[in-house]
């Protein structure tokens, strides 16, 4: 019989409690599976007393999650505290320091400091595995570096946080506002402690970073996501966005450009019968297009026990089973640093705006749009409703830059109430 | 610099072509993300002179597949020559036998001999790789072999022959009979040599085996698969299920029963606006589900050279990185031999006969629906169009045995004119 691999797991929420689950109820499955037994030999939390609802007294307890990581019974230190730095980044490089394979689903962490983690694995000769930090249990970290890795990609493309999808859904289903799904999210638990990381598109960011550092080969970068909340949709958006046949999703693409890498993560209109359109409530769907494989897409859910648990698993498992993989899909030397694009391909933009009750008012903001070089495809002027009557303008392709030329002018004719809402249409 | 992986390359045909074009263009790319050169040492076909818009004069030449397994220059054979027995199978048994680790997209030979070939690759210490076998582009056996390994899995369903599809969905778009579209098919080439292998569901039934063994551990069991054409579907269903909101794909499915192992590959009504309903032409898509995962839902393209390629670079990326799995996922000796349980899922059917114009003919329909225990849920007759009234019968749940019965009794009343046709339908 094979020596057992032997697990350090640090942080024990639902996700770390799964963890523990699945490898106390399957452990047959998992020993045919890979071929060894996989044990845990140590454990660590803040809170030593709380019921996980399962039992953690066959192993051994660490109060601090870096002497759990440096453990000599420890082969594998399974990082589940979260938070980009602290304890959680402490302990990932105490064990890689110390020679262990390292697995996560911290994607905070890589986020900002993934290209620094990816050379401490190297140097150590350690693996550092993420599959739990991207899309919940959708294996799509290994597709992309691995299943798909003979191809150049062309465009990744995804809604990967559930709360945004679950409030944006909720919105559009129930006819509630933007603070009273909000604070339905809240209540049921999906927001972060920080909800900032989730309805400003943070958490989103993240993940399409570690993304993008796999298909194109770069240093994780995502200083240079263009970032954009859901914050600033309101129900009328998702009620114009309908009427048109659209529904508004948090989405997120990176593609490589010849001016450098263009990552977003921003609210936009997707068509409401394209898979994206439909994705509804929690679950997550990512698109990976190639040069040879065309477009592949993945759904499944994004967040909770169960799936991220086994996504922790299947990275694992395979450890377990002997498969060595360079963090980003190659070495981390060989990352190129990368140029932030600014997201420069053209797309249509839905427009919403309030407009003062003058003479020319109307006229002053196509004036606005015209000499940016944007076309009006579709235009509504609705009754007024309180100082401001609401204007609802579809524009032809345009590029993002052209679009900020127009929106500064147009705030400079004063007849403009407020900031105008700006969503890009993508025709996914 | 690391030694390169030097591939043998049996079978030239669209794919093959692809492949050694990925390998032509790409080196920098594959090097980068692998850590070694991937390079071609020789290539075997029938037809030297033939051309196949990529260059082969770098590459020794064997007119002899099984020569060309053992060369001592190949690491590993990559078998894209198709059938399940002849040159395919003796070249990857010789190149097992010989030490070297094979890719093939070779659902049949699999299908049919994938035990035998497991056991061999295993006693070789070698590894046997099919990716491309399974849904063309879509990364599907990586995904249930390695990122769902923590998973019982609960069900497999999937679309998963193009070609079928494409039949289908031409009915259904274009109004054209199943001779119409089928003869559309094989003007473009979409067909196999013995068509049946396609419309028969057989090229299906084999991927479904092979998905059905690493979900369940099991021997690959293809004779146990329950088969049913796409040739009995005829406009007139497409039609009629279209009113009710739904359409007819070839659907395959299987699940670990307490009776055994479930594996059906048939002609399905699922709900028109869902994922698998909206599935058009050539497209593949594939459900997995977990316990722990949920439902993981995975589409793209289903065949063709690009996407095919793609899959099999992604094997011979996975051994260049030094990955080494079990062709199942666990060891050939651990497979268990499956008992094949008939479908006994119970599910709505749909039922369309012609019944002979004779008074109580309906009458009798529906005593032996009754007293095979099938209660109706809708029927409709329609006008007398030949010698027989079309009519349609959509039954509540019940199981597959007990509409056999129902099916012989109502042959046996006389008033049934030819064979009527049963199609199950899933609510994906």
Not at 11 to 21: D, N
Not at 24 to 43: D, F, N, Y
Not at 106 to 129: P, S, T, Y
Not at 358 to 367: D, I, M, Q, S
Request: hydrophobic share 45%; proline share 4%; aromatic share 4%.
């Amino acid at each position: 019989m094979t020596e057992p691999l032997r697990l350090g797991i640090a942080g024990l929420g639902t996700v770390g409690a799964g963890v523990v689950k699945i490898i106390r109820q399957k452990a047959a499955l998992l020993t045919e599976r890979t071929g060894r037994p996989i044990t845990i030999s140590a454990v660590a939390a803040r809170n030593r007393d709380k019921d996980r609802g399962v039992s953690l007294s066959d192993y051994a307890w660490e109060d601090d999650a870096v002497a759990l990581a440096k453990r000599d019974d420890v082969d594998v230190f399974v990082e589940l505290i979260g938070g980009s730095d602290g304890p959680a980044k402490a302990a990932t490089e105490a064990a890689l320091t110390a020679g262990k394979d390292v697995v996560t689903a911290n994607k905070a962490m890589l986020a900002h400091h993934g290209q620094a983690l990816a050379q401490l694995a190297e140097d150590n000769g350690c693996v550092l595995r993420f599959e739990a930090a991207v899309a919940g249990g959708i294996p799509v970290i290994k597709a992309l570096t691995e299943g798909l890795a003979g191809n150049d990609i062309t465009q990744v493309m995804g809604v990967m946080n559930g709360t945004c999808n679950y409030i944006l859904t909720r919105m559009e289903n129930a006819g509630l506002s933007y603070d009273q799904a909000f604070d339905e999210a809240d209540k049921l638990g999906y927001l972060e402690a920080d909800p900032e990381l989730d309805v400003g598109g943070i958490d989103a960011g993240h993940k399409l970073a570690l993304l993008a550092a796999i298909a194109y080969g770069t240093q994780v970068a995502f200083d240079a996501v263009e970032l954009e909340g859901i914050g600033k949709v309101s129900i009328a958006d998702i009620r114009q966005a309908a009427d048109m046949g659209y529904k508004i999703k948090l989405l997120g693409v990176c593609r490589m450009t010849g001016r450098g890498l263009e990552q977003r993560m921003a609210p936009c209109l997707v068509p409401a019968t394209s898979p994206l359109g439909q994705l509804d409530g929690g679950t997550n769907m990512v698109m990976i297009e190639g040069d040879q494989v065309g477009q592949i897409v993945m759904r499944g859910a994004g967040a909770g026990e169960g799936p991220t648990a086994s996504a922790v698993m299947g990275d694992v498992m395979d450890i377990a089973r002997g498969t060595r993989l360079s963090t980003f899909g190659q070495p981390a030397s060989s990352l190129k640093l990368v140029t932030a694009a600014q997201v420069a391909t053209p797309a249509p933009y839905y427009l919403r705006m309030g407009l003062i009750d003058k003479p020319g008012a109307l006229a002053k903001v196509a004036t606005a749009l015209g000499e940016a070089g944007i076309s009006i495809n579709r235009m509504r002027q609705y009754d007024q409703t309180n100082d401001a009557a609401p204007v609802l303008i579809v524009t032809h392709k345009t590029t993002r830059a052209a679009l900020d030329i127009a929106l500064v002018a147009m705030n400079a004719t004063g007849v403009v109430a407020g900031d105008p809402v700006a969503l890009r249409i993508e025709s996914v």
